[in-house]
């Protein structure tokens, strides 16, 4: 079975995030408005894997940071990586980055300027 291990992930833009007495809390933005009534409690791991994912992240990059934080084994911190990462994805509060290749990325000034040339 395919763990997503190679996935990057990367936290949703739609979420505000605060560090509170150690435990991290996320406030999903829905319409400009902070939803009060979804607010995210992380704990410790949660809060280790929220902040890794402030830049696009592997699925394995989270496994081993969790396996070296709390020296536990692969296949442990692999479950509780995948459970944290569905449940994120399943609310949004985690996505995919979307990322622009060089064929897609906005041509610039000078570079339609070179193209009519």
């Known amino acids: 079975m395919d763990s997503g291990g190679e996935q990057i992930l990367i936290q949703s833009h739609s ?27 992380l704990n410790g791991t949660g809060s280790l894997l929220w902040k890794l994912l402030e830049s696009p992240t592997t699925v394995d990059q989270l496994v081993a940071a969790i396996s070296k934080k ?37 041509v610039g000034r000078e570079e339609r300027l070179a193209a009519e040339l």
Request: charged letters at 25%; hydrophobic letters at 45%.
């Open 70 to 106: 709390f020296d536990v084994t692969l296949d442990m911190a692999s479950r509780d990586v995948q459970a944290f990462v569905r449940d994120m994805q399943s609310v949004g509060l985690v996505e995919v980055p979307t990322i622009i290749t060089s064929q897609e990325r906005p």
């Open 15 to 41: 979420v505000v995030a605060r560090v509170v007495g150690g435990e991290t809390l996320i406030v999903p933005i829905r319409g400009k408005v902070g939803d009060l009534a979804s607010i995210y409690r």
